[in-house]
């Protein structure tokens, strides 16, 4: 059973300070892996989605990186902002249904000015 | 392109009601997976449906049911209303029966009193 677990649950960063946040996944046959950001109370807005074959994605002043071999993603966000404040998951497909995602339980991110 | 739909908004039922929530796919989008999303948690997936079939399905119990429609809109209905049902219900929509990149709906908030 596919299980995907993100670290740290909850970070609060200074504006402009460059962070990282952690997702692991314990079955390394994966076909992608995407992240999400979601805003209180809101729906998921589709940040990157990393293919199996490919090792990191970047979009913007956000880069993910993917190690399968040893169950890890990695969401770098450059700069950050008061804006970037949000719920961020990784998730990946598979397990008994091959389009279900497999979430984590998302790192709750504030960025104070 | 207009992006996924989901209606209503918010929705308030008691305890043994039945309720169907809607959700319109991403023009081009034959595929549609919903989730419920309890108060601080990941998203679980409920069911997918694909070209009107379904397409897997997560550990939800059989009043949990779902429609798929030609124009690939699709319907999610919960029988016999439990309190636990309260959650953000989201629908997500993609390309084909490959776990493809997802792409999620603003969601519906029920609250079950």
């Known amino acids: 059973k596919q299980e995907v677990t993100q670290i740290p649950a909850a970070l609060s960063v200074p504006e402009g300070e460059n962070l990282v946040l952690n997702c692991s996944f314990t079955d390394s046959a994966i076909y992608n892996l995407q992240w999400f950001r979601q805003d209180p109370g809101k729906g998921l807005t589709s940040l990157l989605l990393?293919?199996?074959?490919?090792r990191e994605q970047t979009s913007g002043r956000l880069n993910a990186s993917l190690d399968k071999s040893s169950g890890r993603s990695t969401l770098y966000i450059a700069a950050s902002q008061p804006g970037d404040s949000a719920t961020y998951l990784c998730?990946?497909?598979?397990?008994?249904?091959?389009?279900?995602?497999?979430f984590g339980q998302g790192t709750i991110l504030t960025v104070h000015p | 392109e207009t992006g996924v739909t989901q209606s209503p908004t918010h929705l308030i039922k008691t305890r043994g009601q039945q309720v169907t929530l809607r959700c319109s796919s991403q023009?081009?989008?034959?595929?549609v997976s919903w989730y419920q999303q309890a108060l601080g948690q990941g998203p679980q997936f409920i069911f997918q449906?694909?070209?009107?079939?379904?397409?897997g399905r997560g550990n939800f119990p059989p009043r949990f049911s779902g429609l798929q429609f030609p124009n690939y809109s699709s319907e999610l209905n919960v029988n016999a209303l439990e309190l636990d049902d309260s959650a953000l219900y989201l629908c997500a929509s993609s390309l084909g029966n490959l776990p493809n990149e997802q792409f999620f709906g603003p969601g519906t908030r029920l609250t079950v009193l």
């Open positions: 998730a990946v497909p598979g397990g008994t249904s091959y389009g279900k995602l497999t």
């Open positions: 449906y694909y070209r009107e079939e379904e397409n």
């Open positions: 023009s081009g989008h034959n595929t």
């Open positions: 990393i293919q199996s074959s490919q």
